[in-house]
């Protein structure tokens, strides 16, 4: 596997992942069944696995990720501990959950995993951080991997809350709480991947830099500009902002929401994951002598 093609399928999964073990932490707050909790945590789980796997994979030989792992300094080292962290969290509360444990120790288990889960996305977006390499020399590269696991956190939730209203034996007052909070919480949230974007490209532009190679000009009009607005700007911010009118649409008409909430799941780990590919192909090499 090329490192373009699995750091795109890192992103896109550690995305996924992380928005996943935040709407565990929602749920837990919000009482949904254990047997859809387990659920969402299991998917998280599969998804920082498959994401981690990638990673590995990409070294050719999987046996140096032991190399990685003794560099306790390196972006990439952090990557791997925090996925590694959010994946034994996971782990942990499933089988809290599975022995009955009691509910404030299933909801600390939540959160936590939901807090480690978000560091794991943002931490595989810093993973090509390099302060001496034009392009990587910025640590706001990992706020908009931040926004999107936001948003897809917020997406799965109301997944999650537009399946729980199909109980039969679920009063109508609480369905109407649970799918309003819910709703509340994808308003904002498919907007801040913009607002990390517009401060990585403000570092890029006009922030200190290794050299004076062109970054911020090749994302918006330069031979990147086609990944970065197909990829990062259209797939991750647009169609987002839409997919939410669509849903606030469907609400007022008491209408499912299932299929919107999965596609803006979707959307968001598209751009996360575009936007490091892009920064991957941006990193200008800058030679240092001591």
């Known amino acids: 596997m090329t490192n373009a093609l699995s750091l795109f399928t890192l992103l896109f999964c550690a995305t996924l992942g992380a928005g996943a073990a935040l709407a565990l932490a929602l749920g837990e707050c919000m009482g949904v069944r254990a047997r859809v909790a387990a659920g969402t945590a299991l998917a998280a789980l599969f998804l920082f696995l498959l994401g981690s796997s990638a990673a590995v994979f990409s070294f050719g030989r999987p046996e140096l990720i032991f190399?990685?792992?003794?560099?306790?300094?390196?972006?990439?080292?952090?990557?791997?501990?925090?996925?590694?962290?959010?994946f034994l969290l996971l782990?942990?509360?499933?089988?809290?959950?599975?022995?009955?444990?009691?509910?404030?120790?299933?909801?600390?288990?939540?959160?936590?995993?939901?807090?480690?889960?978000?560091?794991a996305a943002v931490f595989a977006a810093l993973s090509l951080y390099m302060?001496?390499?034009?392009?990587?020399?910025?640590?706001?590269?990992?706020?908009p991997a931040f926004g999107w696991s936001l948003s897809a956190g917020a997406a799965v939730f109301l997944l999650i809350a537009d399946l729980e209203a199909r109980r039969e034996d679920f009063e109508e007052e609480g369905k109407n709480r649970l799918r309003?909070?819910?709703?509340?919480?994808?308003?904002?949230?498919?907007?801040?991947?913009?607002?990390?974007?517009?401060?990585?490209?403000?570092?890029?532009?006009?922030?200190?830099?290794?050299?004076?190679?062109?970054?911020?000009?090749r994302l918006?009009?330069?031979?990147?500009?086609?990944?970065?607005?197909?990829?990062a700007v259209l797939s991750g911010i647009i169609c987002p902002v839409v997919i939410t009118r669509l849903i606030r649409a469907k609400a007022a008409k008491r209408m499912r929401m299932a299929a919107p909430a999965l596609l803006l799941m979707i959307f968001s780990?598209?751009?996360?994951?575009?936007?490091?590919?892009?920064v991957l192909k941006l990193g200008v090499p800058e030679w240092r002598f001591f």
């Open 269 to 278: 780990a598209l751009g996360s994951a575009a936007l490091s590919w892009s």
């Open 180 to 217: 309003e909070d819910a709703l509340r919480m994808t308003v904002l949230t498919p907007l801040l991947p913009a607002f990390g974007l517009l401060i990585f490209l403000a570092r890029l532009g006009w922030g200190e830099a290794p050299s004076d190679a062109p970054t911020a000009g």
């Open 220 to 231: 918006l009009a330069g031979d990147l500009a086609l990944p970065f607005w197909m990829g």
């Open 67 to 86: 190399g990685v792992l003794k560099n306790t300094g390196t972006g990439l080292f952090r990557e791997f501990a925090s996925l590694g962290a959010a």
């Open 91 to 119: 782990l942990l509360y499933l089988i809290m959950a599975g022995r009955g444990a009691l509910e404030r120790s299933t909801k600390s288990g939540a959160a936590l995993a939901g807090i480690a889960g978000t560091l």
């Open 131 to 143: 302060p001496w390499r034009a392009g990587w020399h910025t640590l706001a590269m990992g706020l």
